[in-house]
């Protein structure tokens, strides 16, 4: 079964720790992102990587961390440097440079810093 | 700069009626759009598509509208039904690059 898998789908944090969230997926893409979503807002781009060994930031990459080691993973860690890192985070993958650009996302992960 | 906007944060409608959510973008350069729709505490998932060559394309009930001297778009939902009701993202792409997203639509159709 092709897609995209994110763990933990919960996370509680204490402030000041860093923390590493998962994503993997199967479905051969190129392109992997990471999002942010926050209630009452839209998706907001943290980073993005189009091939191994190789990510750029998106919108708000602040206090956000990444690397592209393997095709298949793209694990993002949110750094104690975050001032508000509760939210709703959501990693998708995509085919680059080509067709639609139509993203495939997991089921998310809900971060909570107590 | 916000170059996909959606300026609707919520839309309410009966069950039965037509669904109309709006999204209006600035970069002339997208040749193609995309609508997600959301449920909470879930991914988005992937429900109609268009391309700037194209002016209107249907799959069922959903119907999206492209107006590409107004920069405008739009979905249609028609009947609409209550499991419609969740977040309907707009967004762009320039050449299969990374997509621009809208801030989203709230729809809650009521029974």
């Known amino acids: 079964d092709g897609g995209i898998t994110q763990s933990p789908k919960y996370l509680f944090r204490k402030e000041g720790q860093n923390v590493t969230l998962s994503c993997e997926q199967n479905?051969?893409?190129?392109?992997m992102y990471w999002y942010r979503q926050d209630p009452g807002q839209g998706l907001r781009l943290i980073y993005y990587s189009q091939i191994v060994n190789d990510f750029q930031k998106g919108d708000i990459a602040e206090g956000y961390s990444v690397s592209r080691e393997k095709k298949e993973s793209f694990p993002l860690t949110v750094t104690s440097a975050q001032k508000n890192p509760t939210a709703f985070y959501l990693c998708a993958s995509s085919i680059w440079g080509e067709g639609t650009g139509e993203l495939f996302f997991g089921e998310g992960s809900r971060l909570t810093v107590l | 700069d916000q170059q996909v906007k959606q300026n609707s944060p919520s839309l309410s409608v009966q069950e039965g009626r037509i669904s109309i959510l709006n999204c209006d973008y600035t970069n002339s350069m997208f040749d193609y759009f995309l609508w997600y729709k959301k449920y909470p505490a879930e991914g988005p998932t992937f429900l109609i598509s268009?391309?700037?060559?194209?002016d209107k394309n249907e799959d069922g009930r959903f119907t999206v509208f492209l107006n590409k001297s107004a920069k405008h778009l739009s979905l249609h939902i028609v009947p609409s039904q209550p499991g419609d009701s969740a977040v309907y993202f707009c967004a762009a792409s320039d050449r299969g690059s990374r997509l621009t997203f809208g801030e989203g639509t709230q729809l809650t159709v009521n029974p």
């Open positions: 268009i391309s700037s060559i194209k």
């Open positions: 479905l051969n893409h190129d392109a």
